[in-house]
């Protein structure tokens, strides 16, 4: 178990519906970080979050957006879904200290399916 | 962006052997490489990791090496036990903003008995 929770484990939707994936990060961690993993793209950055604050953006969807709260933890929204959204959505979280690149812990991921 | 290769992607080896991965990455700023372990539905989970300052890094059975000139990393898995079988991913980052994971393709490790 690394400490990250994610919620929920499955979610199976309609094409043009919106879902709301939900982390909570490591205690102490400031930083979150959404993975997508599709079995043709492989694990793929999207958007990271550290206290609060947007920090960096990988290829996120214009039809998906991210947020964190003041208690840390953090949502991923993807609304329009699509048949191609279908995947396992992956939180990560670290420390980042802000000197030397923290090791990022994964939570047990959400599987998202399409129909 | 950073863009990292990593090969084989599928490897089978019988049981004691050892098993290498091999990755390139290509923007010379990255300083942190982590692999990571995943099972089938499972989450990835580190099993080890190196800094740029570090030429290379052993815990029990597996070591990581890092050529910083040529860019490329590698992992070594020795006396393969069945357990090892999973995929493996190599993965580099920068520090603070450029922090995110930048992951290879992946390769699917079996030992066979």
């Known amino acids: 178990d690394s400490g990250v929770t994610q919620t929920p484990k499955h979610l199976i939707t309609a094409t043009g519906q919106r879902v709301t994936l939900r982390c909570s990060p490591r205690?102490?961690?400031?930083?979150v970080y959404w993975y997508q993993q599709s079995l043709d793209q492989g694990l793929q950055f999207l958007i990271q979050y550290y206290n609060g604050e947007e920090r960096a953006k990988g290829n996120i969807l214009e039809r998906f957006s991210a947020q964190q709260f003041p208690d840390l933890h953090s949502e991923l929204n993807l609304s329009s879904l699509e048949l191609g959204d279908s995947a396992l959505y992956f939180c990560?979280?670290?420390?980042?200290?802000?000197?030397?690149?923290?090791?990022?812990?994964f939570g047990p991921g959400t599987r998202l399916t399409v129909l | 962006g950073e863009n990292v290769e990593q090969h084989p992607s599928t490897l089978s080896v019988q049981e004691g052997d050892s098993a290498v991965i091999k990755c390139t990455y290509s923007d010379s700023a990255s300083n942190y490489f982590p692999w990571y372990k995943q099972e089938l539905g499972k989450r990835p989970q580190l099993i080890i990791d190196?800094?740029?300052?570090?030429g290379e890094k052993k815990d029990q059975r597996i070591a990581v090496t890092l050529n910083k000139t040529a860019k490329h990393f590698s992992l070594h898995i020795t006396e393969t036990q069945p357990e090892d079988s999973a995929v493996y991913f190599c993965a580099a980052s920068g520090t603070g903003t450029a922090s995110k994971l930048t992951f290879g393709t992946g390769t699917r490790l079996q030992v066979t008995l």
């Open positions: 990560a979280s670290s420390v980042v200290s802000g000197g030397l690149t923290d090791t990022q812990y």
């Open positions: 190196i800094r740029s300052n570090v």
């Open positions: 205690s102490g961690d400031l930083s």
